[in-house]
């Protein structure tokens, strides 16, 4: 039979409080990692290869065809307008130019030159040409006295007839070793320049 210890021993295993186990202890679901396989390299797509088209020598010859064509038409053009220009503009030109050619006698030396020294062609913008009435004044005066001075030792003069189209005048000081130049045209001397005189 059994005695009092053993079923002391009984009943105190029943009564003991199982020691409560945390939360942590208590193993969760696990996560089986996947195996990593290594990335795959995706092909590449194949470059397509460029397959030049037949020529078509129809339209290579019509191509052909029509610049020929277009580079004879503007020669045509170019040719016909230049022999207009030479067989009626250039007449009438040189008709017009023959007929204003001015006369020799109306050329005057001592006038013309005072024109040049008292600065006539010279453009307005220019800061030295004198814009007031006393600073024009003072400029002709001293363009008259340089004119004489000028011409008294002397000058001299030549006319050279282009084609009866034009003249060209020169007119030598050698006071101011310089050589002045006109040309003749539309009823008018024109001034075009001077030159220093060469000595030869």
């Not at 019509?62 to 610049?67: D, F, H, R, V």
């Not at 004119?147 to 007839?161: D, H, I, S």
């Amino acid at each position: 039979m059994p005695t009092s210890n053993s079923f002391a021993n009984i009943f105190g295993n029943n009564n003991r409080k199982s020691p409560n186990k945390s939360k942590d202890s208590i193993p969760g679901p696990t996560r089986v990692k996947e195996p990593t396989c290594p990335q795959q390299q995706q092909p590449t797509p194949q470059e397509k290869t460029f397959i030049p088209e037949k020529l078509d020598f129809k339209n290579v010859a019509y191509a052909a065809i029509m610049t020929v064509c277009a580079i004879y038409i503007t020669n045509a053009i170019i040719v016909g307008f230049a022999q207009f220009f030479a067989v009626v503009f250039l007449p009438l030109v040189y008709l017009h130019a023959s007929m204003s050619l001015p006369c020799v006698n109306t050329f005057d030396v001592k006038n013309e030159l005072m024109h040049v020294l008292r600065g006539d062609y010279v453009p307005e913008h220019v800061a030295q040409k004198p814009k007031t009435f006393v600073g024009k004044f003072i400029n002709d005066a001293c363009a008259n006295i340089a004119t004489t001075k000028a011409t008294l030792p002397g000058y001299e003069v030549t006319f050279m007839n282009i084609l009866n189209a034009c003249i060209i005048t020169k007119v030598r000081v050698p006071a101011k070793k310089l050589d002045y130049y006109w040309i003749g045209h539309g009823f008018k001397w024109i001034y075009v320049g001077s030159s220093y005189i060469q000595n030869n």
